[in-house]
């Protein structure tokens, strides 16, 4: 049997290639793709070498549902039929003598991993497409738990990507009171699907005026601030929304360079600052999975594109080159 995998070249080239698949160890799983979930942040920022997850060629891609097509002779946990969502894929990939950075791997028609992966069962109520999203939500709610926001909170979000609204609906499931701020009016209108309080459309104000609005709604600014840009300029237009101590969360993800910002901002504020990795591992990935399946989470709706796998590096390749600015969620169908 052979694998088809998403592959980016050093210069940034994609491609669709075939692997061999072993055979199973005795406590490893393998997994037919069904959807694998696209991250416009994390993997572009691999892929234009802004984060370093190991030598190219790479296969990227770190969240996907699939059916456990074959089991190893001691797995218990799973049984062949079973649908599961996963993190990320051990299937090894070479190419002649090169061997492929499978550094996530889940841009692929199989996968193998041993039963105590990263795997777990998908909830009944949870469609295969908005399940292979499960990661930027997750991220969200880590960060929203990490920074305790409690029911009354003033919430600003600054850039409501998919991050973004993961947090805002992890908010809103508090009791928090919600602002969305952004430059791009989709992002905007998705957040109101999402259920913000209130949004704030950046790119037609100054940042004066945007912290004016925020104080608006909450005199002295809001209790909470989630930067979710990535972009480490954006810092400095953020900052000023927290009220006196505040908090401030940097929920963006901005890189191997170092940062810099003007420190003074923050300093007067005396905010608290929350510096969330990862995505909460498996008790934010239940929980959002749960509240999706029971409709809590409209995920769904966030899914604005759906290509087949041979369409995928054409996809990348226009991402890559920012000719997608409707993009918000994007799956690609293995199966």
């Not at 777990?120 to 920074?147: C, H, I, K, Q, R």
Request: hydrophobic share 45%.
């Amino acid at each position: 049997m052979k694998s088809r995998a998403l592959i980016c070249a050093d210069q940034q080239q994609f491609s669709l290639e075939e692997f061999d698949i072993p055979p199973l160890a005795p406590t490893e799983i393998l997994v037919r793709n069904i959807y694998s979930g696209v991250s416009v942040g994390t993997e572009f920022a691999v892929i234009r070498h802004k984060l370093d997850y190991g030598p190219f060629p790479v296969c990227t891609g770190y969240q996907a549902v699939g059916i456990v097509e074959d089991i190893g002779a001691h797995v218990s946990k799973f049984k062949i039929g079973d649908k599961v969502y996963y993190r990320r894929n051990f299937l090894p990939m070479q190419r002649g003598d090169q061997p492929i950075n499978a550094c996530s791997g889940a841009h692929a028609s199989y996968a193998l991993m041993a039963e105590n992966a990263e795997v777990e069962l998908l909830p009944a109520g949870v469609d295969d497409a908005t399940g292979a999203l499960f990661v930027m939500p997750s991220v969200g709610y880590n960060a929203v738990d990490m920074a305790g926001v409690q029911m009354g909170d003033v919430v600003a979000l600054h850039a409501v990507g998919l991050i973004g609204l993961g947090a805002l609906v992890a908010a809103r499931l508090r009791g928090a009171v919600t602002i969305a701020i952004d430059i791009n009016p989709r992002r905007l209108e998705m957040a109101k699907e999402m259920g913000a309080t209130y949004r704030i459309d950046a790119g037609a104000l100054s940042p004066q005026d945007v912290k004016a609005r925020v104080e608006e709604i909450k005199p002295g600014g809001a209790d909470i601030v989630f930067e979710g840009s990535g972009i480490p300029a954006c810092l400095d237009l953020a900052f000023p929304l927290a009220r006196v101590r505040g908090k401030f969360v940097f929920l963006g993800h901005y890189g191997k360079a170092p940062l810099s910002f003007h420190f003074l901002v923050p300093h007067a504020r005396q905010l608290t600052a929350f510096f969330p990795c990862n995505d909460g591992l498996a008790p934010c990935r239940a929980a959002v999975l749960r509240n999706i399946a029971t409709g809590a989470i409209p995920w769904q709706k966030t899914i604005t594109h759906r290509i087949d796998a041979c369409d995928a590096p054409d996809l990348y390749a226009k991402i890559n080159r920012d000719e997608m600015p409707e993009l918000m969620g994007a799956v690609i169908r293995w199966s």
